[in-house]
């Protein structure tokens, strides 16, 4: 098991585990990250904003999830993109990426926030059991007009990863 920044090479793989997941569960929707335009290119969009990174989970030479962390405003970040193919639910992956992106962001970031569907209850969980605290709105400027759940957590300055 490997995480590891993303590469161009990856971007397609990534770009197929984020629709897939959405289409199978009928989140392929206006709002959603299904259409966002950065999607064909994750890798570009990710390494040209200060701050910001993609990681992929790999398990045996295949991509089986990532998750972005990118500004939001403010000393605020957004975690973004965490998403897992099927086959790997149910293992720790998320929290685990989940992690990893966390404590790159509190490098930076004082809080992080993030927009899901309360529909995604296991997801929910997952951020709630990491400390979140589900909100009442989105935060102004938000592009996914289709998501009904809204979660932000203060940052705590954390011993860097290697490689940060």
């Not at 962390?69 to 998320?94: F, M, R, T």
Request: hydrophobic fraction near 40%.
């Amino acid at each position: 098991m490997l995480i590891r920044t993303i590469s161009h090479p990856d971007n397609l793989a990534v770009k197929q585990i984020i629709q897939q997941s959405l289409k199978s569960r009928g989140f392929d929707l206006p709002g959603t990250a299904y259409f966002d335009p950065q999607l064909n290119d994750l890798t570009s969009y990710y390494t040209t904003i200060p701050n910001a990174a993609y990681w992929v989970l790999e398990i045996n030479d295949e991509i089986v999830g990532g998750v972005g962390i990118a500004p939001w405003k403010d000393n605020v970040c957004e975690l973004q993109k965490l998403y897992l193919k099927d086959s790997a639910h149910g293992h720790g992956y998320g929290k685990l990426l989940m992690t990893h992106a966390l404590t790159f962001a509190a490098l930076h970031y004082q809080a992080c926030y993030l927009e899901t569907l309360k529909e995604l209850s296991a997801a929910c969980r997952l951020y709630e059991k990491c400390g979140f605290a589900l909100l009442d709105h989105p935060l102004p400027g938000s592009e996914h007009t289709a998501m009904d759940a809204w979660y932000l957590l203060e940052l705590q300055e954390k011993e860097a990863l290697h490689g940060y």
